[in-house]
């Protein structure tokens, strides 16, 4: 194992990098916003999520035991998400049972991650050379995203092949397991909420094929950004999963659309965020909503989020919750290649739209 050192410099280049590009973008600061891009000061409302308390739903006996009172309770939280996720895509969860030290683990070990020399970051060596830094394709502002970001599959950290440097792999794994356990108990309340009663299996057996094979965390930087907040720290986006579970700081900067307007997401001490990607939104026949979320560049401050992404293994079939479904049958495996197919070919993400039994233009 490598012994890093931290004396070299951590900052990607991002400046150097893109300065033409920023440049080009017309002026830097004041073009920006009317380019539509980050948004700039333009006054954004800052709301609070949806905010539902789990622990019902994540104490060990939640089958069976409990009486009809926790039985009740379980179905009020489920209802709960299942309305958020409608309307939202997005909702806060307390009561996770993710404890404040483990989190506060994560984030010093990715403070330390993160301030590793740049080289060593971008080198092959480190967490299987699954470093990204800006935006390596983006031939406008509105491509850049002003992060750096490690996506660390699961399969990656469960075996000793993952050179992690000087860091111990194990308190990722702890943070996966735990934030699994958050992700997958909410992917089946939900389910469950639209099953019909009599299809209790089909939703604890929901999502379908989800494993470590395609399962992955991924650990965002965002630095602090002087051509904030006209410039995107994280560019818009939908999730191409099933469900998203993420633990921000309390830096902020996290926005999503909600009635056709950016929304900005306001930071809760103790709650882990999770929304709806584009599979459940499939399997949910557009009842659950994949919405697009983005990060806006701040000033002053950096920013740490990690996510942790549920996904089925590349041939499980998304499958729906009922027919008639908007959508053909397509595996997980299908859309990813799609999504990079589409990406490469126009620059941007098509998603579920390719896979509508009606296309939109017929
Ligand atoms: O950092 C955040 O708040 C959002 C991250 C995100 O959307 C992603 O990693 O897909
Ligand atoms: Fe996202």
């Known amino acids: 194992m490598p012994a890093f050192t931290e004396s070299g410099a951590a900052e990607p280049p991002l400046a150097e990098s893109y300065l033409d590009l920023l440049r080009r973008s017309g002026g830097i600061i004041t073009a920006l916003p009317a380019e539509g891009c980050a948004g700039g000061a333009a006054a954004v409302q800052e709301r609070e999520l949806p905010l539902i308390d789990l622990e019902c739903l994540m104490t060990s006996d939640r089958r069976g035991s409990g009486g009809g009172g926790a039985r009740e309770a379980r179905a009020a939280c489920a209802g709960a998400m299942a309305r958020a996720a409608s309307e939202w895509g997005f909702f806060q969860v307390t009561g996770h049972g993710v404890s404040r030290a483990l989190l506060e683990r994560l984030r010093a070990e990715q403070a330390r991650l993160f301030r590793l020399p740049f080289e060593a970051k971008a080198g092959a060596g480190l967490l299987n050379g699954s470093y990204r830094w800006g935006a390596p394709t983006a031939t406008s502002l509105r491509h850049l995203s002003w992060s750096e970001a490690?996506?660390?599959?699961?399969?990656?950290?469960?075996?000793?092949?993952?050179?992690?440097?000087?860091?111990?792999?194990?308190?990722?794994?702890?943070?996966?397991?735990?934030?699994?356990?958050?992700?997958?108990?909410?992917?089946?309340?939900l389910a469950g909420s639209l099953l019909q009663q009599g299809h209790t299996a089909a939703a604890e057996a929901f999502p379908a094929?989800?494993?470590?094979?395609?399962?992955?965390?991924?650990?965002?930087?965002?630095p602090a950004c002087p051509f904030a907040p006209d410039t995107f720290g994280l560019v818009p986006h939908t999730d191409s999963d099933f469900l998203t579970v993420l633990c921000q700081d309390q830096v902020g900067g996290l926005q999503l659309m909600k009635d056709a307007r950016w929304v900005a997401v306001k930071p809760h001490p103790d709650a882990l965020i999770v929304n709806i990607g584009d599979l459940f939104q499939a399997w949910s026949n557009n009842r659950y909503k994949s919405v697009e979320h983005k990060v806006v560049a701040n000033a002053k401050a950096e920013r740490f989020s990690a996510a942790y992404f549920l996904c089925p293994s590349y041939d499980s079939p998304v499958g729906t919750c009922g027919e008639p479904s908007p959508y053909r049958s397509f595996t997980f495996g299908e859309y990813r290649m799609k999504v990079q197919e589409?990406?490469?070919?126009?620059?941007?993400?098509?998603?579920?739209?390719?896979?509508?039994?009606?296309?939109?233009q017929q």
């Open 150 to 189: 490690f996506h660390v599959p699961l399969a990656s950290i469960s075996g000793s092949a993952c050179d992690f440097g000087e860091l111990g792999s194990l308190r990722y794994h702890e943070v996966a397991d735990a934030m699994s356990r958050v992700a997958k108990t909410v992917a089946v309340a």
């Open 209 to 222: 094929g989800c494993d470590e094979t395609t399962c992955f965390l991924r650990l965002n930087r965002y």
């Open 342 to 360: 589409d990406v490469k070919r126009t620059g941007r993400k098509i998603g579920l739209p390719n896979f509508l039994k009606q296309h939109p």
